[in-house]
C-alpha cells in the first residue's frame, strides 16, 4: 500500500547511510585548466558540437572546478552522511598513463576529499565515470584489452593517492550503459556503433577491468587502508507485460539477465561467469546469423575466479521500469544486434507516469522488485549489502519541484518496505543528483538536480529547489513526511 499522506510508519535504521552523488565530467567543468588533459567527451564535443541535443558541451558544465567549496556547503544542508563523487582520470593522469602526474590536478581532489572527511562526509569514489583519457578512445575505448592495463596504472595512483580518505572505491559506473550506447550504437561517446559486438568487448573488457582493479586493491592496499570496493550496476525492472503469460514472464527475466545478469552474474553469484541464458543467446544467434565464434567472448577459468566474488557491496543504479514481452524475429535479424540477441519488446506501461525524458517511467514498486530480486538472485547479498549508488528523477527545471518530491518520497517509501517487509539488506541511498548538470547527449535540457544550477550566470548560480528540503527532512527525522511538500515557504528558508 502507498502512503499518501502522514508520516511513513517505517524509519531508516539508524546504521543506513544517505548521501547524493555526482560525476566529474557532469559538472566540473576546467576542461583545459590546471594541466588537464582531454577526456574523450571533451575531443568528442569539440569535433561534434551537434552530437549533444542542444549543441552544448562539458567546458564549464556547473563549474564545479571553481565552485567546490560551495557544493560542499550544499551537501552539507541536506544533512547527509556521504558525498559521491568521481575522478577524472585526465585530470590526474592528462595522457591517461602514469609517467606523468598532474600535481595540480592531484591537489583538487586532495582538498575536496579532505573537506568532506573534516565535515564528515564519507566520500565514495568513482574511478570511471565514463570520461576516459582521449589517446584511448583513438585506440579503441574499452574495445581494446590493453586499456585494462592501464586503467589498473591509473586506479593504483589514485589508491596511492587518496587511499587515506577514501575508504569506498566504484571502479567502473554503469557498464551496461556505456557499453550499449558508447559502443553498440551511437547514444554515449565514442559512438562506436559497433552493435552486437563492440559492445559485448566492451562488457568484457570492463569485467575484467573492474576484476583486475579490485584484485590489485586487495593485494596491495587493503590490508593497510581497509577500504571497500565495487562496480556501479545499473537496472531496470522488467515487469512483464501480460503476468498471465509465461512467455512474457520468462521474457521479463531474461531480458533482467541479458542487462543486469550480464554483469553481476560473474561477480555476485556462486558459480560466476556469465549467465547461461546469456551466453545460450547470444551464442545461437552469433551461429544462426554465419559467425563461427560467439560474439560474446569467454573467460579463462583464471578470469572466471578472479570475478567471482570481486565486490564488498553491490552498488545499484535505478531509474525506471520497462514492461517486457517477446519479440517477434525481426525481419533484419541478420544485423548482429544486442537488441535481436535479447529477443524481447521493451515498452512503457501505459499505467506508468513519464514526466521527463523519452525514457523514465515511474513505477515505484519496481524498485522493490528489483532489490527483491537481487536479494533472492545472490545469496552473498546476505552478508554484503546493497547500496543505492543512484536513483533520481529528470524534469524540464524550475525550483517548485513537487513531482521530484513525490518521486523520493514515493520510492524511498519502497525501499523501506523492502527493508522492513521483504528483509532486503540494502545500507545506502544515494539521490542522483546534488546538482544540474550536464546529461550526456541530453545536454542540459534535462534536469536532475535537488539544487538548480543557471547555466546562463557567469556564477553558475546554485539555488536550492523543494526537494532539496524533503530530502534533508528525510535524512535528519529518517522517515518520509508525505505532507512536506505542503511547505512551499520552505524555499524561502535556508
Ligand atoms: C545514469 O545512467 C548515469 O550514471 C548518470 O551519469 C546520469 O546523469 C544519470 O543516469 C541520469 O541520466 O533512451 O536513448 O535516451 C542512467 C541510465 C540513462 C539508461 C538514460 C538509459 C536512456 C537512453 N540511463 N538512458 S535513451
Not at 572466471?304 to 525481419?331: I, K, Q
Not at 523519452?358 to 549489502?385: D, H, M, S, T, V
Not at 549508488?389 to 527545471?397: S, V
Request: glycine share 8%.
Amino acid at each position: 500500500a502507498v502512503v499518501k499522506s502522514g508520516v511513513s510508519n517505517y524509519s531508516f535504521p539508524d546504521d543506513f547511510i544517505f548521501g547524493v552523488g555526482t560525476s566529474a565530467f557532469q559538472t566540473e567543468g576546467g576542461w583545459n585548466e590546471g594541466g588537464k588533459g582531454e577526456s574523450m567527451w571533451d575531443t568528442f564535443l569539440h569535433e561534434h558540437p551537434t552530437f549533444t541535443v542542444d549543441h552544448s558541451n562539458g567546458d564549464v558544465a556547473a563549474d564545479s572546478y571553481h565552485h567546490y567549496m560551495e557544493d560542499i556547503e550544499l551537501i552539507k544542508k541536506l544533512g547527509v552522511q556521504s558525498y559521491r563523487m568521481s575522478i577524472s582520470w585526465p585530470r590526474i593522469l592528462p595522457n591517461g598513463t602514469d609517467n606523468n602526474i598532474n600535481q595540480e590536478g592531484v591537489k583538487y581532489y586532495r582538498r575536496i576529499l579532505e573537506e568532506l572527511v573534516k565535515a564528515n562526509i564519507t566520500p565514495v569514489v568513482t574511478l570511471f565515470h565514463w570520461d576516459m583519457p582521449t589517446p584511448f578512445m583513438n585506440l579503441g575505448g574499452w574495445t581494446n584489452a590493453k586499456v585494462i592495463d592501464y586503467f589498473e596504472d591509473y586506479a593504483r595512483v589514485a589508491f596511492n593517492l587518496y587511499g587515506d580518505l577514501v575508504k569506498m572505491w566504484l571502479t567502473l559506473n554503469e557498464p551496461h550503459e556505456s557499453c550499449l550506447s558508447g559502443y553498440g550504437n551511437t547514444g554515449l561517446v565514442p559512438a562506436l556503433n559497433s552493435h552486437g559486438l563492440g559492445i559485448y568487448l566492451c562488457i568484457h573488457n570492463s569485467l575484467l577491468a573492474h576484476a583486475r582493479v579490485y584484485r590489485m586493491y586487495e593485494k596491495e592496499f587493503k590490508p593497510d587502508q581497509k577500504g571497500k570496493v565495487s562496480i556501479v550496476l545499473e537496472s531496470v525492472w522488467t515487469e512483464p507485460k501480460d503476468p498471465n503469460k509465461q512467455e512474457d514472464v520468462e521474457a521479463a527475466e531474461n531480458y533482467l539477465q541479458m542487462h543486469l545478469g550480464i554483469f553481476a552474474h560473474p561477480i555476485f553469484s556462486e558459480e560466476g561467469n556469465y549467465p547461461r541464458v546469456v551466453r545460450e543467446k547470444v551464442n545461437n544467434m552469433s551461429r544462426l546469423q554465419g559467425y563461427s565464434r560467439s560474439r560474446l567472448p569467454y573467460f579463462t577459468d583464471e578470469e572466471v575466479t578472479a570475478l567471482r566474488g570481486s565486490a564488498d557491496f553491490y552498488a545499484l543504479n535505478h531509474y525506471t521500469s520497462v514492461s517486457v514481452s517477446p519479440s517477434a524475429m525481426e525481419f533484419y535479424w541478420k544485423v548482429p544486434s544486442y537488441y535481436h540477441d535479447t529477443g524481447v519488446r521493451m515498452e512503457g506501461d501505459p499505467f506508468w507516469a513519464r514526466p521527463g525524458a523519452i525514457w523514465q517511467f515511474l513505477y515505484p514498486p519496481g524498485f522493490r522488485k528489483l532489490l527483491n530480486w537481487l536479494q533472492n538472485n545472490y545469496k552473498i547479498l546476505k552478508e554484503i549489502a546493497i547500496i543505492v549508488a543512484e536513483n533520481g528523477f529528470i524534469d524540464f527545471g524550475g525550483i517548485e519541484d513537487y513531482d521530484r518530491v513525490d518521486f523520493y518520497n514515493d520510492y524511498l517509501y519502497q525501499l523501506l518496505l523492502a527493508i522492513h517487509e521483504d528483509g532486503c539488506n540494502v545500507k545506502g541511498y544515494f539521490a542522483w543528483s546534488l546538482m544540474d548538470d550536464i546529461e550526456w547527449r541530453d545536454g542540459y535540457t534535462h534536469k536532475f538536480g535537488l539544487y538548480s544550477v543557471d547555466f546562463n550566470s557567469p556564477n553558475r548560480t546554485r539555488t536550492p529547489k523543494l526537494s532539496s528540503y524533503n530530502y534533508a527532512n528525510i535524512v535528519r527525522t529518517r522517515r518520509i513526511d508525505f505532507d512536506y511538500i505542503k511547505r512551499p515557504e520552505d524555499l524561502n528558508t535556508t
